[in-house]
């Protein structure tokens, strides 16, 4: 079988590297990006919903929406009906440096899928969204406390 999660792992690893660099003039550092993009697509998301979204632990995506917060990317406000429940918003300068991001990664997405055709660029999406999904279950699964067998 080929190493099709090597060859994943390291595209994700490169462009996570690029991106770090890119973006750290902006003092966006260490994947921090990534919860902004989402914050912003998704105004007054959850900070579970986003470690979620994202396939991170509760810890880190506390971490990354810490360091947001106090760079001023973005801001965090009660929920109307549940005082407990804290919704995640851009602030101005979250939404300033958004357009920037998204840049960036439509950029990359055009560099990866060079000399595909419109049919194999969709057919590889759908594939890796499979892939996703049959990791997703086992993420789940771990994340809960179980083990896996292998």
Known sequence: ?????REIGMIARALDSISNI???EYDL???????????CENPGIIQE????VIK??????????KKLEMNGFIEKKEDQHNKKIKKLFPTYKGKHV??????????SNRVAL???SESEAESLFHH????????EKDWELVKKGNKRNY
């Open 1 to 5: 079988m080929k190493e099709i999660l």
């Open 22 to 24: 890119e973006f750290k």
């Open 29 to 39: 550092t260490k994947g921090q990006y990534l919860y902004l993009v989402r914050i």
């Open 49 to 52: 919903k986003l470690a979620e």
């Open 56 to 65: 991170v632990d509760r810890t880190t995506t506390a971490r990354a929406i």
């Open 98 to 107: 958004y357009p920037l991001i998204k840049r960036e990664n439509d950029y």
């Open 114 to 116: 060079a000399g595909f």
């Open 128 to 135: 890796l969204q499979r892939v996703r999904k049959n990791i």
